[in-house]
């Protein structure tokens, strides 16, 4: 596609439910980036998916959040038994490849989780 | 490890006057660096970025950084504030370990008044 679609925009979840949420990149970009907006902070790295590599995942704060990317290209990212605390814009990013800085990346729109 | 402060949180200019957004990074090898901005309820969009080529970088929109090793600096300026200007600002770092990852300062909220 022409941008990064993150779906679904918002989510209301009641606590201790699991959500999903999607991530489909731009096609060919073989890095996949997941980012957390917490209300009034920067970004919070969260996991790191290049190719068929192993994942970064050294940014997922706890191990109710997993992550996925079938065939190398859309990703799910899981969050299991939800808390108060996930409340926030959950951003996916994707590059043309592991060299972002050189390459770029494109962010999605976001997902706005809201658990209640 | 790298890390970029952003020095104000909040920064209220009128239109037309100058833009000054301050960042500062710590990294101990030489850093690619951004500014992305992000208007309400809109994606993240890069405005300018240094790879180590020229230290001044020109951006979308009529922004500029500078990348000064000597003060560890690269501050967002505009010569002109424009309505449209006003949204929220990220300094970033790239990770050192080469996967790409981002740093990201906590931002700063640029007001343009009338």
């Known amino acids: 596609g022409a941008g990064v679609s993150q779906s679904p925009s918002n989510k209301v979840t009641e606590k201790g439910k699991d959500v999903e949420l999607r991530c489909d990149p731009i096609s060919g970009h073989t890095a996949l980036y997941w980012y957390r907006q917490s209300l009034g902070q920067g970004l919070e790295f969260l996991i790191y998916f290049q190719g068929n590599s192993a994942p970064d995942k050294s940014g997922l704060p706890s191990d109710r959040f997993s992550a996925e990317r079938t065939g190398g290209s859309v990703s799910t990212l899981t969050i299991q038994r939800t808390q108060q605390e996930d409340s926030a814009v959950y951003l996916c990013a994707s590059s043309l490849g592991s060299a972002g800085s050189f390459y770029g990346y494109t962010f999605g729109s976001g997902t706005r989780l809201t658990v209640v | 490890a790298q890390s970029v402060t952003q020095l104000d949180s909040h920064v209220s200019v009128s239109e037309g006057t100058p833009v000054l957004l301050r960042c500062n990074y710590s990294s101990s090898y030489s850093p690619s660096l951004f500014w992305y901005v992000q208007h309400p309820n809109k994606g993240l969009q890069l405005l300018l970025k240094?790879?180590?080529?020229?230290?001044l970088v020109k951006g979308i929109n009529g922004f500029e950084a500078e990348f000064k090793k000597s003060e560890t600096s690269f501050h967002l300026t505009k010569p002109s504030a424009h309505m449209s200007d006003a949204a929220e600002y990220f300094c970033?770092?790239?990770?050192?370990?080469?996967?790409?990852?981002?740093?990201f300062g906590q931002g700063t909220t640029l007001q343009v008044k009338p």
């Open positions: 970033v770092v790239s990770d050192s370990s080469n996967t790409g990852k981002l740093i």
């Open positions: 240094y790879t180590s080529a020229a230290t």
